[in-house]
């Protein structure tokens, strides 16, 4: 009993004591200790002092979490930041224009796989591209993985063999998610590694945030929805899916099933033959069947060439959170379930461009386009585009790619290249024409908008001066709401030059006020690598070098805002009598597209891109006059 009495004091007693160390350092673990022990053994223990702390375990790394931290991710952000602007000013431009390949990283490591290790093979140049996805740095001699669409590929990177300005710029200003290009030669390692032995290297994006870690990749299901782009790069398996969802399509075609696109209809022929044929009240709704016969032929051709120059077939959503890619009117709709409003897409641009930055490189898709806008004969409500996009290509590409297109499809229908377009004779016989947009206004008006600089006052001035200008009411808002000299340009272009340019042209490089998307001018400050093609006074295609720097993105984006809403704010004080529907083209909310911004940050290589205007190529390769003749069901007003 006295061993016991003894026990419970001490336990009383230590139990008091650890109260008062806890309320002294609340970080020191509170700890009970339950002993048997002998009376004098327990007066012992009334004597000790507080238990020294337990030994700090080491940190296990492997069970960190494998998300950053908006701080370290905000932190890394900056610090890359100050590299694109240390970039800069040492001459070097972080977000390149072009990169030519002469390899992939899969077709080298099929070509060269029988090298001996420790080999050398410098009787070919060698040159790739991708984003590096590991690096590892032993003093004179720098190892990085780059991966591309097909693979991946190590760069050994030699003190000796580069330049002293150049390794310095490997060590102190690339890092893990950069796309970079490289040259050099072929390189069997000791321990058996295939390498691009680098000679020469260019940085041609600057990622601004870090890829998730390589341990754990993207584990968040929610964020891998959100954000495909980065489940793209973090698990290259995601892209293969996509890959092969394209391809099940295009076998499928192969076997004679096509597929259609028309109004949101899938009409597919077996067997190779394509009828679709509706009644009410007896009459056939589908007009024309040899245009909608040749649009088939046309889509079909135009799959063939871009399956032909390696691009894949993707789709993207309909229905969109945000409507951007262009400035149109979008058409609005309310999802009940989320509860939230939804848009049609005005363009598939932003959501391929994410394709892009996800790791694919050549990408295209033949969609329907809905636009809240005016009815005419060259407009229709939801109308069919492609849309593609090739990486470490500039818009001269595309310049290629459009006649490549197009020549395609008219041999396909016609067999020749001169054909009849109500009674005129066109010739798509290559090369094209090709003029800058400033050149073809000079030549139409004799007024060069160079000599304007930034006056847009000026410009203005010299625009209402001109014969022909509407100056009534509705043509003076829509000048006077110009805010800038590229934008007078521009409707000086659109009232004298369009109509005039029938033969195929290509008008190049757009004022960057009216090109929010497109790369700035290598060339000439204020403008940017665009072309439009225009034929019989239409236009049929747009493409540009695409703009690859995510805070020159911002920054166009919020121009945009501010001109569209200055733009409202002028015509809201006009009332048009003759049509109070164009009062409306600028009634609708323009909003930063953040989740395309993000996706930039992370990296899109160098690219070229186009639209093209199916719905109008088939007016021009079937004579027909109104687009209403090439769309089987044409969105028409209600008959009273």
């Known amino acids: 009993m006295d061993a016991l009495r003894a026990w419970r004091a001490s336990n009383l007693l230590g139990f008091a004591a650890s109260r008062v160390v806890t309320a002294a350092s609340a970080a020191r673990p509170l700890r009970l200790r339950l002993r048997c022990c002998s009376s004098a053994a327990a007066t012992t223990n009334q004597k000790q002092q507080q238990p020294p702390p337990p030994p700090r375990l080491p940190q296990d790394r492997r069970r960190r979490n494998a998300s950053t931290s908006t701080s370290d991710r905000d932190?890394?952000?900056?610090?890359?930041?100050?590299?694109?602007?240390?970039?800069?000013?040492?001459?070097?431009?972080?977000?390149?224009?072009?990169?030519?390949?002469?390899?992939?990283?899969?077709?080298?490591?099929?070509?060269?796989?029988?090298?001996?290790?420790g080999e050398i093979f410098e009787e070919v140049a060698v040159s790739i591209a991708g984003r590096i996805v590991a690096r590892r740095a032993f003093g004179k001699l720098v190892f990085m993985t780059i991966r591309d669409?097909?693979?991946?590929?190590?760069?050994?990177?030699?003190?000796?063999?580069?330049?002293?300005?150049?390794?310095?710029?490997l060590k102190a200003f690339i890092d893990i998610g950069d796309i970079i290009g490289a040259s050099g030669s072929i390189k069997k390692t000791e321990k058996g590694e295939l390498s691009l032995y680098t000679k020469n290297f260019e940085i041609l994006t600057k990622s601004l945030l870090p890829l998730p870690d390589k341990y754990h990749g993207l584990t968040d299901v929610d964020k891998r929805y959100r954000q495909r782009y980065v489940d793209m790069i973090a698990n290259p398996e995601v892209a293969d899916v996509f890959r092969t969802r394209a391809k099940t399509r295009n076998k499928v075609e192969k076997k004679g099933i096509l597929f259609w696109d028309q109004a949101k209809l899938?009409?597919?022929?077996?067997?190779?033959?394509?009828?679709?044929?509706?009644?009410?009240?007896?009459?056939?709704?589908?007009?024309?069947?040899?245009?909608?016969?040749?649009?088939?032929?046309?889509?079909?051709?135009i799959r063939k060439t871009m399956e032909s120059f390696g691009f894949i077939e993707v789709e993207t959503p309909v229905l969109q959170g945000a409507a951007g890619g262009a400035e149109a009117r979008p058409f609005i709709t309310y999802h009940n379930s989320l509860q939230r409003d939804l848009y049609l897409r005005i363009a598939t641009e932003?959501?391929?461009?994410?394709?892009?930055?996800?790791?694919?490189?050549?990408?295209?898709?033949?969609?329907?386009?809905?636009?809240?806008?005016?009815?005419?004969?060259?407009?229709?409500?939801?109308?069919?585009?492609?849309?593609?996009?090739?990486?470490?290509?500039?818009y001269e590409s595309m310049m290629k790619m459009a006649e490549e297109i197009v020549v395609r499809c008219t041999m396909a229908t016609h067999g020749k290249l001169k054909i009849d377009y109500q009674g005129t004779e066109i010739s798509l016989e290559r090369p094209w024409r090709r003029e800058t947009m400033h050149s073809l206004v000079k030549e139409a008006t004799g007024i060069d908008f160079n000599i304007f600089g930034q006056d847009v006052e000026s410009a203005k001035?010299?625009?209402r001066g001109l014969p022909g200008i509407n100056t009534g009411s509705r043509g003076s808002t829509s000048l006077q709401s110009c805010s800038s000299v590229g934008h007078v340009l521009n409707e000086v272009f659109e009232t004298f030059v369009?109509?005039?340019?029938?033969?195929?042209?290509?008008?190049?490089?757009?004022?960057?006020?009216?090109?929010?998307?497109?790369?700035?001018?290598?060339?000439?400050?204020?403008?940017?690598?665009?072309?439009?093609?225009?034929?019989?006074?239409?236009?049929?295609?747009?493409?540009?070098?695409?703009?690859?720097?995510?805070?020159?993105?911002?920054?166009r984006f919020e121009n945009q805002i501010k001109?569209?809403?200055?733009?409202?704010?002028?015509?809201?004080?006009?009332?048009?009598?003759?049509?109070?529907?164009?009062?409306?083209?600028?009634?609708?909310?323009?909003c930063l597209d953040e989740d395309f911004l993000t996706s930039l940050e992370y990296g899109m290589p160098p690219a070229s891109g186009m639209g093209l205007g199916i719905d109008r190529l088939v007016m021009l390769l079937t004579n027909s006059a109104s687009i209403r003749d090439v769309i089987a069901f044409p969105v028409l007003k209600i008959q009273q």
């Open 149 to 169: 669409d097909t693979g991946t590929i190590q760069l050994y990177c030699e003190k000796d063999n580069l330049t002293e300005d150049q390794f310095e710029q």
């Open 75 to 117: 932190s890394i952000r900056a610090i890359r930041l100050k590299k694109v602007e240390e970039l800069r000013g040492k001459g070097y431009e972080p977000y390149a224009y072009k990169w030519d390949r002469t390899h992939t990283t899969k077709k080298l490591q099929e070509e060269y796989t029988h090298l001996e290790n």
């Open 498 to 555: 369009e109509s005039t340019l029938v033969q195929p042209t290509f008008v190049l490089d757009y004022p960057v006020e009216i090109s929010p998307l497109a790369k700035p001018h290598r060339s000439y400050a204020g403008l940017t690598e665009r072309f439009e093609l225009f034929i019989c006074g239409r236009e049929i295609g747009n493409a540009f070098s695409e703009l690859t720097d995510p805070i020159d993105q911002r920054r």
């Open 461 to 463: 001035s010299a625009a």
């Open 563 to 590: 001109q569209h809403n200055a733009t409202r704010a002028a015509r809201a004080k006009v009332k048009f009598t003759e049509d109070q529907g164009d009062e409306d083209d600028y009634s609708y909310e323009v």
């Open 266 to 301: 899938d009409c597919c022929a077996i067997g190779r033959i394509a009828i679709l044929i509706q009644y009410t009240q007896n009459t056939p709704l589908v007009q024309n069947c040899q245009s909608h016969k040749d649009e088939i032929s046309v889509v079909s051709e």
């Open 350 to 394: 932003l959501h391929l461009k994410r394709m892009l930055v996800g790791g694919l490189e050549r990408v295209y898709e033949i969609g329907r386009i809905f636009r809240n806008e005016g009815i005419s004969t060259r407009h229709n409500p939801e109308f069919t585009t492609i849309e593609m996009y090739e990486a470490y290509s500039d």
